[in-house]
Antibody
Framework: EVQLLESGGGLVQPGGSLRLSCAASGFTFSNYVMSWVRQAPGKGLEWVSSINSRGGSKYYADSVQGQFTISRDNSKNTLFLQMNSLRAEDTAVYYC?????????????WGQGTMVTVS | EIVLTQSPGTLSLSPGERATLSCRASQSVSRSYLAWYQQKPGQAPRLLIYGTSSRATGIPDRFSGSGSGTDFTLTISRLEPEDFAVYYCQQYSSSPLFTFGPGTKVDI
């Protein structure tokens, strides 16, 4: 079964840091773009960051550029999001998502999400 | 920067009715790079349509997508009880890499 499982969320004070992880299974992780998408309470979806299959190209939304760092470990089928200098507006459910291919494409598999609360 | 707007904000319909959801882009979007997602309360989004009109794996054929340029449509031919949810369009053709619309809620 194709699956993504996020972890690492929690309550953090403003200015603090968190590292989210996303464990992938059921597909060849190293073949696909992986992304993070967040959703603030009661709000819509916001793309946060993406990384290509080999990890050499990384992309960020303007809202997190310079604050968040995406990375991946293909040997461990795991995606990461390092979040620094957290602010109240970063409070959201963070979803890990798999792209349909190794380039710009829709997100065909999503994790269940992990909640990050900055307060 | 491409901005997506969706209309209506809320669509109130009954089971068996046809739903037509609109997604408008501030600039032209390649047909290859427009997707639709469904999200139910407390759940992750689910991919319905990619490339404007291709159904994702396991998506029933009552869901269809169409459009080009700046105007795209998701149609649900006959609403089933499980279709009442929030629907988001997404473009992935231009900077920023991925943009979502604000969503349309389809409720009973």
């Amino acid at each position: 079964e194709v699956q993504l499982l996020e972890s690492g969320g929690g309550l953090v004070q403003p200015g603090g840091s968190l590292r989210l992880s996303c464990a992938a299974s059921g597909f060849t992780f190293s073949n696909y773009v992986m992304s993070w998408v967040r959703q603030a309470p009661g709000k819509g979806l916001e793309w946060v960051s993406s990384i290509n299959s080999r990890g050499g190209s990384k992309y960020y939304a303007d809202s997190v550029q310079g604050q968040f760092t995406i990375s991946r470990d293909n040997s461990k089928n795991t995606l990461f999001l390092q979040m620094n200098s957290l602010r109240a507006e970063d409070t959201a459910v963070y979803y890990c998502a798999k792209g349909r291919s190794d380039w710009l494409d829709a997100f065909d598999i999503w994790g269940q999400g992990t909640m990050v609360t900055v307060s | 920067e491409i901005v997506l707007t969706q209309s209506p904000g809320t669509l109130s319909l009954s089971p068996g009715e046809r739903a037509t959801l609109s997604c408008r882009a501030s600039q032209s979007v390649s047909r290859s790079y427009l997707a639709w997602y469904q999200q139910k309360p407390g759940q992750a989004p689910r991919l319905l349509i990619y490339g404007t009109s291709s159904r994702a794996t396991g998506i029933p054929d009552r869901f269809s997508g169409s459009g080009s340029g700046t105007d795209f449509t998701l149609t649900i031919s006959r609403l089933e009880p499980e279709d009442f949810a929030v629907y988001y369009c997404q473009q992935y053709s231009s900077s920023p890499l991925f943009t979502f619309g604000p969503g349309t809620k389809v409720d009973i």
